[in-house]
């Protein structure tokens, strides 16, 4: 049998039983890497022995009577940008190559909580800045379901990983899209969950991911929607080390199974076939007995944009800037390069009007989803993007077009669900669910209904793997 073509539910159930133990897990999830990794280059640093140490501790707590936990023995990857004992945080950077963790992040270390055998570190682009995942140091990471596609970024490598085979579950960061666009650039699914469900911290960069300035969160990818609950029940435990984090339920209070369709927010452009996605996902949520009605606008999102773009910018811009230079990164230069007017031009009191505005912004938002339980709206206003589109400036202007809900939803705080629907050819297409903040299982519900209509094959074998 084929190990790693099972789900995280089914695969830790077998453990837990004790059908298979968790270094057979391992043992199998290992071979499939090794066999595919090298066409894909999604995982960038793996100890087989410690992963097959990791699993003999599983079994042994099995032996013992003890439950290790909801993950019990499932092969999970981690993202290079977050603390994992013993490994660089290299967050895709020659700079950080020999920064090594002295312990695990808050993520990481609930993830060991809950019986996941780590697999292996996933890429990401320099600096985690990008929607494609290539950078000095780990090299280029390829869309195992086309080549010539983008695998998305930053989590490109926890994308393309999953998509492959290579894990049940990938863990990502989401801070414009980090975890959502490369579920949709490689068909698999992703969470970016509320600001504050699962805590956050590193110490290799304590001053990132603790605060709610960006609100950076991490989130699972997943193939079953079911994997992506699993995970973030796994990911969301407390951790003191992280003040934002907040012990809300993951079930919230019943609510109508309502839905609002939006296809063009803010008057977005989108490309047809993202249209017809989104409409047959309407059909797939009115099959299952919800009721969507189609509404031409949401609450601002342009503000909301240029919100979350203001407090970028005004985040030590021009120390990431001069880290870039250092670097040597043409694509990360590039991008800053494009903003650098715009970093300069800022007011002093600018993160301070942005911060108002946003919680204004806020209110209005929870106002519409207390009355739209759920929202469906496009991941991207087009298809997954040629890999390196953004090698220009008319190409990134273009990308960020194209990207206004994955920036304008991460600073209002709610969560938001890639769901893959299906192809276009061999290019994945999908669609987005938002819901209230902490409202998690709003979107996994909504998700559910649309994932039993079809998504594509999964896990695929990469073109060129072994």
């Not at 929607?131 to 195992?144: A, I, S």
């Not at 990911?235 to 012990?247: E, L, S």
């Not at 031409?296 to 909301?304: G, I, M, N, W």
């Not at 991207?380 to 990134?396: K, Q, V, Y």
Request: glycine share 10%; with cysteine; aromatic share 4%.
């Amino acid at each position: 049998m084929q190990l790693w073509r099972l789900s995280a539910m089914e695969l830790a159930a077998r453990i837990r039983a004790r059908d298979v133990s968790a270094r057979e897990a391992a043992s199998d999830a290992l071979d499939r890497l090794s066999s595919v990794n090298g066409a894909i280059n999604a995982v960038v640093d793996h100890r087989p022995e410690d992963v097959l140490a990791e699993a003999e501790a599983v079994d042994a707590a099995l032996a013992r009577g003890d439950d290790p936990g909801p993950l019990a023995g499932v092969p999970v990857t981690t993202k290079v940008n977050a603390d994992q004992s013993g490994f660089a945080t290299t967050n895709g950077l020659r700079l950080q190559k020999d920064l090594i963790a002295k312990g695990d992040s808050p993520v990481v270390a609930n993830l060991r909580r809950a019986g996941a055998v780590l697999l292996g570190r996933t890429n990401t682009p320099a600096f985690s800045l990008r929607w494609f995942t290539t950078n000095g140091l780990h090299g280029e990471t390829r869309n195992p379901r086309d080549p010539a596609l983008t695998p998305g970024g930053s989590s490109g490598g926890a994308g393309a990983a999953v998509a492959a085979g290579i894990g049940a579950i990938a863990h990502g960061t989401d801070i414009a899209g980090s975890v959502r666009y490369p579920a949709y650039a490689c068909g698999v699914h992703g969470l970016r969950p509320s600001f504050g469900r699962i805590p956050a911290w590193n110490a290799s960069s304590p001053e990132r991911g603790i605060g709610p300035q960006l609100m950076a969160v991490s989130g699972p990818l997943a193939r079953s929607i079911a994997d992506i609950r699993l995970g973030l029940t796994a990911m969301a435990a407390p951790d003191p080390r992280d003040p934002w984090w907040v012990p809300a339920p993951l079930e919230g209070p019943s609510v109508p199974r309502r839905a609002a369709l939006c296809l063009r927010p803010g008057g977005m452009a989108i490309a047809c076939e993202v249209e017809s996605a989104l409409r047959d996902a309407a059909r797939r949520l009115e099959a299952a007995g919800w009721h969507v009605d189609e509404i031409a606008d949401t609450p601002s999102l342009r503000e909301a944009n240029e919100i979350q773009l203001t407090l970028w910018l005004g985040d030590g811009f021009t120390t990431v800037r001069a880290a870039a230079e250092r670097e040597g990164d043409p694509a990360a230069i590039g991008i800053l390069e494009a903003f650098r007017s715009r970093a300069e031009a800022l007011a002093p009191d600018a993160i301070a009007q942005a911060l108002t505005r946003r919680a204004t912004l806020v209110r209005q938002w929870s106002v519409f989803l207390a009355e739209n339980p759920v929202l469906l709206v496009p991941v991207s206003g087009e298809l997954p993007f040629p890999d390196g589109l953004d090698r220009t400036p008319e190409g990134i202007a273009r990308v960020f077009d194209a990207q206004l809900l994955q920036v304008a939803l991460a600073p209002l705080g709610m969560p938001a669900l890639t769901v893959t629907t299906g192809l276009v050819g061999r290019t994945p297409v999908g669609v987005q669910i938002v819901a209230g903040r902490f409202r998690e299982d709003l979107c996994l519900a909504a998700g559910e209904a649309i994932e039993a209509g079809g998504v594509p094959p999964m896990p695929v074998d990469p073109a060129g793997a072994a």
